[in-house]
């Protein structure tokens, strides 16, 4: 729902808007259980716009989106029974005041100040249950391991002038210069159950294996303050657009003041702590160039090359600023002899020489500085005939210089142990059986550096190429096709050896797993009667990389995953997807009526694009028959592509 129009003619004029989305789905979970997964959105926003002047205006703008997923799924439902499920209840408020100024004919200003706050919890679900977790098949009990209530709050200003000069040097100049200036604090408080969480292995006797207690209830605090100023000139001379521009940036990440509850596992652990600034601190300038050449000199070829330096943007948790706070993050890892075998945790049942993990055994390396990408691509584009254009991008990034974690004390052994890999079936004894090396902790000593890998690259190779045909003749089309690698290689730093087996390889993680061969088809159609208009998307990706892995339980400490072969050596099926949608739109003077009828996965789909990765075989009861029966788990489906939905809309503008 949409309203909006001027209050005070050509001086004042308000906008505003209401939406309610909900999306509901039975979700299959563990033991036969159904999880109802909701998804509710409203949000609202409004907006007033006063022009003071013919050369100023100021714009306010506020919104407000609430998020509710009562029943949040840990990860995917995979490892996920109801009594796991967290509470998921966000708010996102926004807050914004704009001034826009014409100074005169070349000079133009914008500034902005604005506040952004999330609350963003997930509380538990299980009541006073224990979370507990079977390192065999990664599924979690009990409870969901934390309820978590987060506060992140953000104050900007900023400001940018563009500055024209028709002639200097020969050609035009287009300045921009300005400055921006943020301040960002994160707070987190953090409970558990019994303040503990631990773990066991189904296919184990004894059963229990480890556990971790906690100094909850905490309430942590992080800040980050970045400056930055910028400067940039385009200028253009016969057929060459030349641009460069500059981006300095200060980057302070510290510790406010801040205290915690006392912690009954924990009775004498300091729980107040004063400020503690320029825990990382950081002075950086990445630059960046481009050049545009009319290559034949008529407008119709355009060839491109572009350069920059991209610095990470860090969260107020980042930085490893949250890692070092004392008042966060302390839990000692034990042994477990659970003694009545209740897979409930008592005091007392710990066993062995703790492992602490907490700010206290965090540090950060004094020469610790600011991961960044170097961008690169070269490209041209040719307009082949009236709205048909041709383009051909190649794209190489370069990830250097990244974030890691090692341990100091180093404490394990230094010649690997062997165990037998069960291979894919994940059942001892079989034909597919064989060996893998890991490396045995030999002492609890546990301490954590925050650092770079200087040897470490992470790298993209991406050639792209589109075709797209501008509305004309009642139809439009965009397709492009993808060609790319996307690698990590010479990893050499982490806390554990265990993590350095077979690191190098494809990118497996989902926000930029490698995928090297995308298709994609859009297009639109408006019929030559009472204007229907037929539009559909194809898309055909190749599956992401998956690595086999084992949960290896260790003499001291918590278990730790391996991979048993190089990372992202396994490739799951080609995604592939059909959506149309049929379209009418009715006029009714200054109103509007429109109908859509959408088809989502029109061919019905049932493609697979998340798999498991552990190799131990599970055993789980069949529903129907009572029967306990195993399950291979490397490659079993935890996500399915969504079945054929058909969904009807309509919309009423006045």
Known sequence: MTAGGPLVQNKLRFFGSFRDWRVHQNVPVQNSEVVLDQTNITSGLGNFTWQMSQNNRLTGFYSRQRYSKPNRLLNNASITVTDSTSDEEDMFDLLQGQWNSVVGKSFFVDARLGMNSILFPTYQNGGNQQSITDNATGIVYGNFPTNTVRNRDRYQANATGQYYVDQALGGRH????????????????????????????????????????????????????????????????????????LRWERLEGYLPEQSSPPSV????LQRSFSEVRNLVLWHTAGPRASAIFDVTGDGRTAAKASYGRYYYVLSTGGGGVSNVNPNANYFTTYGWNDLNGDLKFQPAEQTGAGVLTSGTTTSIDSNFSRPYTDEYSVGVDRELMANF???????????????????????????????VDPGIDGVLGTGDDSTYNFFQRISAANRTLITNDPNVVQSYKGLEITLTKRLSNRWQMLAGYTGSKNRLRNVTVDTSPNFLINANGNITNAANADRPNQFKLTGMYI???????????????????????????????ASQTINLEPLGNTRIGTLTTIDLRVAKLFKFNNRSFETSLDFDNLANA?????????????????????????????LSPTQILVPRTVVFRAAFKF
């Not at 009472?530 to 400490?557: C, E, K």
């Not at 493609?607 to 490397?634: E, I, K, N, S, Y």
């Open 389 to 419: 254009k041709l383009s051909a991008v190649y794209t190489y990034r370069r990830e250097k210089n990244l974030q890691a974690s090692a341990n100091p004390d180093n404490p394990y052994a230094t010649t690997p142990t062997s165990a």
């Open 174 to 245: 287009e300045l921009r210069f300005g400055f921006d200036n943020s301040h960002a604090v994160t707070e987190n408080e953090n409970t558990r159950v019994d303040q503990v969480r631990t773990f066991y292995n189904s296919t184990l006797t004894p059963r229990a294996q480890t556990v971790e207690i906690y100094a909850t209830p905490l309430i942590d605090l992080s800040a980050l303050n970045v400056l930055a100023v910028f400067a940039q000139d385009s200028y253009s001379v016969r057929r060459l657009t030349l641009t460069g521009g």
């Open 606 to 634: 049932d493609t697979v694009w998340g798999v498991r990765t552990l190799t131990p075989a599970t055993a789980f009861t069949d529903p129907t028959t009572g029967v306990r029966q195993t399950l291979q788990q490397f």
């Open 265 to 268: 596992f924990y009775p004498n």
């Open 527 to 557: 019929l030559p009667w009472h204007d229907v208009i037929v539009s559909g998307n194809f898309r055909s990706q190749q599956g992401p990389p998956v690595t086999r892995q084992i949960s290896r339980a260790l003499a001291i400490g």
